[in-house]
């Protein structure tokens, strides 16, 4: 992968906190160019902190960012908001307009587009979600999934390249994960790059084309998401293996291509029990 | 703005009234309202405030929510205020070495400075329920109201919600661990666990504060917001405007004895 095909790549970078927390100390790793990337690592592993170097937030202390080939600097800044979006952890931490409207115009307003493609960039992000119908509303009175989508929204309204998303599972129930799942999987199809942060190894078995394991600041793996029936290298990054994996494994039941994905399980069993099911 | 109009067509005239009109006119109201200087008239004019939000349909209920500042702070007017104004006394109370009077003047002023409150916040609440908050400060915004303003008073909002939501989290957590507030304010424990609650929510709203500033910068926020606000005002707007005002000027030309 060189550095053009790569949406993100992170060459030895550190960060530290004022106070002397240290963050992030030597990380290094590439995001495929649209890719579906998970982003695993433990609490406190550096994620958070990762993410907010993709789009400016936080400038290199040491070591480098290059975004879309783009090396990140205080000259980027602009063109990397643009470049990049970042969905929050907490909903309640993104929207602050008195209306979701307004919440999702912010983002387009900033880059200085014109009213009328604001409003059109709006209609069409609320919709992509399906939020539209919530734009009158206030923000702070919606409920936990219509918040996420309202955040979403606001991202998508500046047409970013990357979209970056930090555990946008927490609190969802498993229809509101599908629909954001859905809504994700159309703008990869698109050409997007999807990063997501997650301690959800399951999920990212089943979703990631590409898998990045973090832990203490460094990175531990990454790779195809294969790597995750790796039980000695997702060990060293604090996870544990999807379930499917365990239950090959545990079960005794693959030496070699073990599956990590639901899909591949049930067809490795349909293998196993064709036999007999026909009998 | 498209989104807004589609939904604008809603409700009775004094939600549909162009804000920016209504927000002036009932400005110019109160301003002639607070001018007046006798009981009956600031009567009259808070009357034909409540008449007006009777006419708009506001609902009662939220009119009266929004209302109980008026019975803290009428009430504290009324009762201390015949001590603090010299004048005729009316009754004295005496506790040992303390000697207060109560004098007409000061009942008279005291009733007077609560209907002028009873008045100002009458007109508030009809602005703020039947404009609702994104479209205030939009209007203001269009009536050129210095963004700073508006900025510090928007995000004073944003913040209250905020707080109040930290607070309801922390006092249901609390409440959960078995924690019940004594009868008693003075109570030992409760005083610490509610210095406590306190202290955590200065600390975790500024944490709070800071993640949402680092959520803006992220979309582009350089300090400057920029809005599309844009409001059409019709004739209807207008006239509205102009009779709320001259209903307002006439109750204080007949408060000064001139018509
Ligand atoms: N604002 C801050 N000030 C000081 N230290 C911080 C700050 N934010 C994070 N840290 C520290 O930096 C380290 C990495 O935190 P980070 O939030 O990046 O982890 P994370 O991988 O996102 O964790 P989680 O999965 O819990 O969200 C942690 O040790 C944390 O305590
Ligand atoms: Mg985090």
């Known amino acids: ?279 | 703005m498209r989104a807004y109009s589609s939904t604008e067509s809603s409700g009775t005239f004094l939600y549909r009234w162009d804000p920016r009109v209504k927000i002036v006119a009932l400005f110019v109201y109160l301003v002639f309202s607070l001018s007046v200087e006798r009981i009956m008239s600031l009567l009259l004019s808070w009357g034909l405030i409540l008449l007006l939000a009777l006419w708009g349909r506001i609902s009662l209920g939220e009119f009266v929510r929004r209302m109980p500042w008026l019975l803290w702070f009428g009430g504290f007017l009324l009762i201390f205020y015949p001590f603090l104004v010299p004048g005729k006394e009316m009754f004295a109370v005496s506790c040992g070495p303390v000697y207060a009077a109560a004098s007409f003047e000061g009942l008279y002023k005291g009733i007077v400075l609560l209907l002028r409150l009873a008045v100002s916040l009458s007109v508030l609440t009809v602005i703020m329920i039947s404009t609702g908050p994104g479209k205030i400060f939009m209007a203001l915004e269009g009536l050129r109201m210095p963004a700073v303003f508006l900025r510090t008073a928007e995000f004073t909002l944003r913040y209250i919600y905020i707080c109040t939501d930290e607070l309801r989290t922390m006092f249901t957590a609390r409440k959960a661990r078995g924690f019940k507030p004594a009868k008693s304010f003075f109570n030992a424990f409760t005083m610490n666990t509610l210095s406590h609650l306190i202290g955590m929510l200065f600390l975790r709203t500024y944490s709070r504060g800071e993640r949402i500033y680092t959520a803006m910068l992220s979309r582009g926020y350089t300090g400057e917001i920029i809005s599309l606000s844009s409001f059409k005002a019709r004739s209807s707007d207008y006239l509205m405007g102009i009779l709320i005002s001259a209903v307002g000027a006439a109750v204080f030309f007949l408060d000064k004895g001139a018509l």
């Not at chain 1, 993410?51 to 000259?75: A, D």
Request: one cysteine or more; proline letters at 5%; aromatic letters at 6%.
């Open chain 1, 1 to 279: 992968m060189s550095a053009e095909n790569c949406a993100v790549e992170i060459r030895n970078l550190f960060h530290t906190y004022p106070g002397g927390v240290e963050a992030l100390k030597g990380l290094s790793l590439k995001v495929p160019l649209n890719s579906k990337t998970a982003l695993l690592g433990p609490n406190g592993a550096g994620k958070t902190t990762l993410i907010l170097h993709l789009n400016g937030i936080f400038l290199p202390q040491k070591g480098e960012v290059f975004v879309l080939g783009r090396r990140v600097s205080r000259k980027t800044e602009k063109w990397l908001k643009a470049k990049v979006g970042l969905v929050f952890q907490n909903p309640d931490d993104q929207l602050f307009a008195p209306t979701v409207w307004e919440d999702v115009a912010f983002g387009p307003l900033n880059m200085g587009l014109k009213r009328d493609e604001v409003e059109i960039r709006v209609e069409e992000a609320l919709k992509q979600v399906e939020a539209f119908e919530l734009r009158d509303r206030a923000p702070y009175m919606l409920s936990w999934g219509q918040k996420k989508r309202a955040a979403i929204a606001g991202v998508l309204a500046m047409d970013p390249e990357i979209i970056v998303l930090d555990e946008p599972w927490a609190y969802l129930d498993p229809l509101g994960q599908e629909q954001i799942g859905d809504i994700l999987n159309g703008l990869h199809e698109k050409g997007k790059t999807i990063i997501m942060v997650t301690h959800d190894v399951d999920f990212a078995a089943q979703w990631a084309d590409w898998v990045i394991i973090m832990r203490d600041g460094i990175l531990v793996a990454e790779g195809e998401p294969s790597l995750l029936t790796d039980e000695e290298v997702v060990s060293r990054g604090g996870l544990r293996c999807p379930l499917i994996t365990r239950l090959f494994k545990e079960g005794g039941l693959m030496e070699k291509e073990i599956p990590y994905r639901l899909d591949q399980g049930v067809q490795i069993l349909r293998n196993l029990l064709g036999g007999c099911r026909k009998s």
